[in-house]
């Protein structure tokens, strides 16, 4: 199985600071389509898992042009240019190279 | 409008069985592989299991291989989890996810059920 690993596992970021996670894969996830199949995902308090990136640096619809991803191999960061209020919460990298799918052990955001 | 609703969590007995249901609407359910992921307290999330669009194959985390069973209706647009055998450790939150697009994995999620294995 690959293993997902994220840094930090928390991060405390005053509104409108920029802030970034990084995730590790034990495999890369640069297939051979030229795609690289690794995912990012915001759970927010009391709600369900969204989507906020697939395929390493598209943000699904609907996701403010201040989240963005990037990196390649195994290497990857989410990065959020000004972070506002709404954005606590934990977010979690995930592979979708192979089955099973493995999400990165998350990562807490919480406002100073 | 995408809309996944679970139902069918509760408190069960470890070594007891437990089905979860999912019903789908506002995207054609047949068209697509649907997934089931897990949140235990105090953890992060954790893939379950996953069904081919037709039901003709299904997939499954270590931890569930040979317990649960994954299977679908495409008439009723609803997915299932049969959970067997029981355990402390499956104590969670169970969401149904499914794909936006034909290559996509999780892309929308269900609002999620609790499933509490406790003696």
């Known amino acids: 199985d690959i293993v997902m690993t994220q840094t930090p596992l928390s991060l405390s970021v005053t509104p409108g600071q920029p802030a970034s996670i990084s995730c590790k894969s034990s495999q890369s996830l640069l297939h051979s389509d030229g795609k690289t199949y690794l995912y990012w995902f915001l759970q927010k308090p009391g709600q369900s898992p969204q989507l906020l990136i697939y395929e390493l640096s598209s943000r699904f619809s609907g996701v403010p042009d201040r989240f963005s991803g990037s990196g390649s191999g195994t290497d990857f960061t989410l990065k959020i240019s000004r972070v506002e209020a709404e954005d606590v919460g934990v977010y979690y990298c995930?592979?979708?190279?192979?089955?099973?799918?493995?999400f990165g052990g998350g990562t807490k955001v919480e406002m100073k | 409008q995408v809309q996944l609703v679970e139902s069918g969590g509760g408190v069960v007995r470890p070594g007891r069985s437990l089905r979860l249901s999912c019903t789908a609407s506002?995207?054609?359910?047949?068209?697509?592989?649907i997934h089931w992921v897990r949140r235990a307290p105090g953890k992060g999330l954790e893939w379950v299991a996953v069904?081919?669009?037709?039901?003709?194959?299904?997939y499954y985390a270590d931890s569930v291989k040979g317990r649960f069973t994954i299977s679908r209706d495409n008439s009723k647009n609803t997915l299932f989890l049969q959970m067997d055998s029981l355990r402390v450790e499956d104590t969670a939150v169970y969401y149904c996810a499914s794909p936006a697009t034909p290559n996509g994995y999780l892309d929308y999620w269900g609002q999620g059920i609790r499933v509490t294995v406790s003696s």
């Open positions: 069904i081919s669009h037709d039901g003709g194959k299904g």
């Open positions: 506002g995207f054609t359910f047949s068209d697509y592989g």
């Open positions: 995930m592979q979708g190279m192979h089955l099973p799918l493995t």
